[in-house]
């Protein structure tokens, strides 16, 4: 089972930040926090992660809180063509050969 | 640097059948993870190739079944096809150690009929 929980379903007005909340009270100390996003028809897209800290890349940042029981996905300027299932996913790192376990998602849809 | 790509897109098969689905992995790549994905639900992880070996299964029958080859593809095969079987099935691969996560392929419809 999955061990996150996000909220089924948000809207975003084009232009604006999104913020996708994600809870994982469960996390063991060596998971990590991975975000893929779902466009329809297509595979998964990997976005980003972290352990500990805060991250940013050219696509996205990853605020984890302090006692990592949650974090939230920001798109800083949400535009249409980041409508898509967002999955928050909790595992084991890249090095150990780790499987994603994909829970329901959020289907985030961005409005004009 | 080209991505991960399947064959085929879309397949359709009669029940009690056996398919065999193919994946290449992205240059590079060492690991390969297949998954399957039922209309409105999340990806199943099924299992995981490394060195050639399996490296990891989800909660599927033996009836579902891979293979890795030396230049890192892959093939998940199929047996005695179900209905509940029709899905996409997603590969995906990474490179062990890499931090960039899972580059994934778009899928193989299948329908079993």
């Known amino acids: 089972d999955a061990k996150t929980t996000q909220p089924p379903s948000m809207d975003c007005a084009e232009g604006r930040a999104a913020n996708l909340p994600c809870n994982h009270s469960?996390?063991?100390?060596?998971?990590?926090v991975y975000w893929y996003r779902q466009i329809h028809s297509q595979g998964p897209q990997y976005i980003i992660h972290g352990l500990k800290n805060n991250e940013t890349n050219e696509m996205a940042s990853l605020i984890i809180t302090e006692d990592r029981k949650s974090s939230t996905l920001i798109l800083p300027h949400a535009t249409l063509r980041d409508t898509a299932v967002y999955y928050c996913?909790?595992?084991?790192?890249?090095?150990?050969?780790?499987?994603?376990?994909f829970g329901q998602g959020t289907e985030l849809s961005v409005k004009p | 640097e080209t991505g991960v790509t399947q064959s085929p897109t879309h397949l359709i098969k009669t029940r009690g059948q056996q398919v065999t689905l193919r994946c290449s992995s992205q240059?590079?790549?060492?690991?390969v993870s297949w998954y399957q994905q039922a209309l409105g639900q999340g990806p199943q992880f099924i299992f995981q190739y490394y060195r050639e070996e399996e490296n990891g299964r989800g909660n599927f029958p033996p009836r579902f079944s891979g293979l890795q080859f030396p230049n890192y593809s892959s093939e998940l095969n199929v047996n005695a096809l179900e209905l509940d079987d029709s899905a996409l099935y997603l590969c995906?691969?990474?490179?062990?150690?890499?931090?960039?996560?899972?580059?994934f392929g778009s899928g193989t419809r299948l329908t079993v009929v």
């Open positions: 469960t996390i063991s100390g060596n998971e990590y």
């Open positions: 995906a691969s990474s490179l062990v150690g890499q931090s960039n996560g899972y580059t």
């Open positions: 240059s590079g790549h060492n690991t």
């Open positions: 996913i909790v595992g084991a790192g890249y090095n150990q050969g780790g499987k994603l376990i």
